[in-house]
């Protein structure tokens, strides 16, 4: 959504493999430099969306991090018009401070089950319960949404 609403003025990056971009250099230039700054026709500013990186923003320091952290601020420090959002679905408390300290986090959006009538806007028929997108998606699809055994007890994969 963020990449079609900015994109007459932010080149978006969606990346899915971030321990892989931050492992390999080459990979890492293409998608910091984006598209020609030569090109007059290019927004000025680009938006890196890294889905799923639990693994490198938790609260232990790791070499992906410290590439992450380089990298933005190597990019502010140059005057790069970059923006840079990570999808997670660690609880904030486990993140490495770094990452979440004033200056560099400009927020952090939860985004949590829809309650019974968004959900049933969204989804166009009324909902029992609060459910979650993924949830409202597979109802959309005629699938039952997955939900865990009520035991009273955590489960973890």
Do not use: K
């Amino acid at each position: 959504t963020l990449a079609r609403e900015w994109r007459s003025w932010c080149q978006a990056d969606c990346v899915l493999d971030p321990e892989v971009l931050f492992s390999e250099p080459g990979y890492l230039m293409d998608v910091a430099i984006g598209y020609d700054a030569d090109d007059e026709d290019a927004p000025s500013w680009r938006l890196l969306l890294l889905e799923d990186c639990d693994e490198l923003i938790r609260g232990e320091a790791s070499q992906p991090l410290s590439r992450l952290l380089n990298l933005t601020d190597g990019m502010r420090g140059q005057g790069r018009q970059v923006l840079v959002a990570i999808t997670t679905n660690e609880d904030p408390r486990q993140l490495h401070p770094g990452v979440i300290r004033p200056g560099r986090c400009l927020a952090h959006i939860e985004i949590g089950p829809l309650g019974p009538a968004e959900a049933g806007a969204w989804l166009g028929r009324p909902v029992a319960g609060p459910v979650t997108l993924a949830e409202l998606y597979a109802m959309r699809d005629g699938h039952a949404p997955a939900r865990p055994p009520e035991t009273g007890t955590g489960l973890y994969l």
